[in-house]
């Protein structure tokens, strides 16, 4: 029995060890069996060439026509400088998004006219394309003034002597290197300075920066945090730029081998239940970006790269995104995600069949939208993707698998439904975690409730990104912080960022009736909240009510609050009954009653005024309808326990 044991703990050991393998991609060749594999630029077809027009026929024709028309209102466009004073807004009034759109908009009309030029074939929109390329090479700045390091050095303005890569500049390489790939000849026929002009510009900007400077997307900074979205999706638009436009074979190869060893730097610590930290809303830039890399890896290598998606930690970062679905209409959004992200359908759609998960290529299928020619605008190359398999994925069979129970523990994040495949009835989720993850928000202990698809006690979420968010003043804006959360506030304290305040005592339960987890909350809150433990228990009871349950030990109890975040107004007619009076758009109106302790504590209703530039975003997303229930204690005591039953009446 005791060998048995034995070889048993070993295959269990054996298992974990391959679960959780180091440099998947960097690991598997050396740079001169990369060599071998490397398709050379100038034999590198990874869609039809513009000449081709019989594999252009292979593309879906109605989106082609679709984009066609779109174009031809572009035919006139009046490309746009930027002027310095749209960049200085961003110190000025910590406004991003004026600069952000006029960038956006020349780079979302480029790729249409392009896409254009391809179908049709009669040089009709070659001057426009012309136009846009000029335009756009001779911007002082490729990407946004929200990323500028924060320097008085920049204070504003691009310190054009110094490039360094982020998102928006590797976007815009990606942009210019199809234009070039598909139009080369074209372009060369009016001027060969314009093809010149594109490399030199993106040899400069990206090429030559990456290869020679640090960046702190590459790899896990001073404080032990992990890479976010920003390495894989960089990566995937540098990869895209590199395999199109360098000709040097050295050059190109150092820069794919470089490529494998910093996405490794993002999926070695990524956690191995798949979790995404930054919640499904980001799923389409992080995961979905390590996707891209593999898929165009793939291409460019003879499909050398198809061993990735048998990783398990692979498959389970691609599974993440239907498991945090709560209904058609909402995610889970903890932190910074989105409760009504725009799902990347086909790309989670390929992503399922090369992983072989026939639930999330239903998923991806699902969200599936009507072909009326619009394309996407970040990460251009999903578009050619998508023009060559409307005719599978347009008779795939669609479906929402919504699991009935989801629990990822190494994010700490429980995902729970009163029923299997169906949005119908109550869902919750919870969370333990840190406040020192990507997008953070301080929210140990945060938990959301939706009944039949649609939001009871919230999370807010994040609002519209400004200076203040990605700086030291982010948690000045209240929906960062833990009073704006379903959390407690404790002896007048609130959680503070940083890994060491996080979640312990984990433990996770799921039945037939009931899925429940427990943590202890108390290390989120700094040590002059005085408290020992904060136990907090989030239980689902199927088919009856959601239980959370608070046993708390403190060294002081000057002052306790339990706050709850809810898009409804709220009132209480009976003292230990509070009403939320439940009105969805989308169905029936109803009661829910939350039943608390009426000897214990006294609820006071208060809607959140919105008005800072932060807050359009969260009005966007909830309208101005923003409360917060606050439960205070009247007497509060050292040790103590606190129950809230939330039910529909």
């Not at 990407?143 to 390091?149: E, K, M, V």
């Not at 372009?187 to 030199?200: E, F, G, W």
Request: aromatic share 12%.
């Amino acid at each position: 029995m005791k060998k048995i044991t034995l070889i048993v703990f070993a295959l269990f050991v054996s298992v974990q060890v391959l679960a959780q393998k180091k440099n998947v991609l960097s690991g598997k060749f050396s740079i001169e069996e990369l060599r071998n594999i490397l398709i050379p630029q100038t034999k590198w077809t990874p869609f039809p060439k513009l000449q081709n027009r019989e594999g252009w026929l292979a593309a879906d024709q109605e989106m082609l026509k679709g984009n066609l028309k779109i174009a031809e209102t572009y035919l006139n466009y009046n490309w746009p400088s930027i002027p310095a004073t749209k960049s200085l807004l961003i110190e000025r009034t910590g406004n991003r998004s004026e600069y952000e759109e006029i960038a956006a908009e020349k780079r979302k009309v480029l790729g249409i006219l392009l896409l254009a030029e391809i179908y049709e074939n009669k040089g009709r929109f070659i001057d426009p394309i012309i136009n846009g390329v000029w335009s756009i090479c001779e911007e002082s700045y490729w990407g946004a003034p929200a990323h500028f390091p924060k320097t008085k050095e920049y204070s504003g303005l691009m310190d054009v002597s110094q490039p360094f890569v982020e998102l928006f500049g590797a976007e815009t390489s990606t942009c210019l290197a199809w234009v070039d790939y598909f139009l080369g000849d074209k372009l060369d026929a009016v001027s060969p300075q314009i093809r010149k002009r594109i490399y030199l510009e993106v040899n400069n900007r990206i090429f030559q920066p990456v290869m020679t400077k640090p960046h702190s997307w590459m790899t896990t900074n001073a404080n032990g945090r992990r890479p976010n979205n920003w390495n894989p999706w960089i990566c995937s638009n540098w990869l895209n730029a590199t395999l199109l436009l360098e000709k040097d074979e050295n050059k190109r190869l150092a820069m794919v081998f470089k490529i494998l060893h910093v996405l490794d730097e993002f999926l070695n610590p990524y956690p191995q239940d798949g979790g995404c930290d930054e919640g499904p809303g980001y799923w389409g830039a992080a995961t979905a970006c390590l996707y891209d890399n593999v898929s165009m890896l793939n291409l460019a290598t003879n499909n050398s790269f198809q061993y990735v998606y048998q990783d398990e930690k692979f498959k389970n970062m691609g599974k993440f995104i239907y498991r945090a679905q709560i209904s058609k209409d909402y995610f889970l959004n903890f932190a910074d995600a989105d409760p009504q992200p725009r799902m990347a359908t086909a790309l989670i759609y390929r992503f399922g069949k090369d992983i072989q998960e026939q639930d999330m290529m239903k998923f991806g299928a699902y969200y599936r939208r009507p072909k009326n020619g619009e394309l996407g605008l970040s990460r251009y190359f999903r578009n050619l993707f998508e023009l060559f398999m409307q005719d599978e994925f347009q008779k795939a069979p669609q479906g929402a698998p919504l699991p009935k129970d989801v629990w990822l523990p190494d994010i700490q994040v429980m995902i729970a439904r009163d029923e299997q495949g169906t949005d119908k009835g109550l869902f919750v989720a919870a969370k333990g975690g840190n406040n020192d993850e990507s997008h953070n928000h301080n929210d140990v202990g945060n938990y959301v409730v939706y009944y039949d698809g649609l939001p009871l006690l919230i999370d807010v979420g994040k609002g519209t990104y400004t200076r203040k968010t990605f700086g030291s003043q982010r948690y000045e804006i209240w929906s960062n912080n833990s009073d704006y959360h379903n959390t407690p506030t404790i002896n007048g304290k609130v959680q503070l960022p940083g890994s060491e305040y996080k979640a312990g005592n984990i433990s996770y339960k799921q039945g037939k009736e009931f899925t429940e987890l427990s943590m202890d909350i108390s290390k989120a809150y700094p040590a002059d909240a005085g408290v020992n433990s904060w136990q907090r228990t989030i239980h689902l009871n199927r088919g009856k009510n959601v239980e959370v349950n608070d046993v708390i030990s403190l060294k002081k109890a000057d002052a306790v609050t339990q706050n709850l975040m809810t898009c409804y107004q709220s009132e209480v007619k009976i003292p230990g009954e509070l009403i939320i009076h439940y009105m969805p758009s989308k169905a029936k109106a109803r009661d829910f009653i939350i039943k608390y302790n009426a000897k214990q504590l006294r609820p006071m209703i208060e809607k959140v005024k919105l008005g800072a530039p932060e807050d359009k975003g969260i009005e966007q997303k909830w309208g101005d309808n923003i409360y917060r229930i606050s439960f205070k204690m009247m007497a509060p005591k050292t040790n103590d326990h606190i129950n809230f039953v939330i039910a529909p009446k």
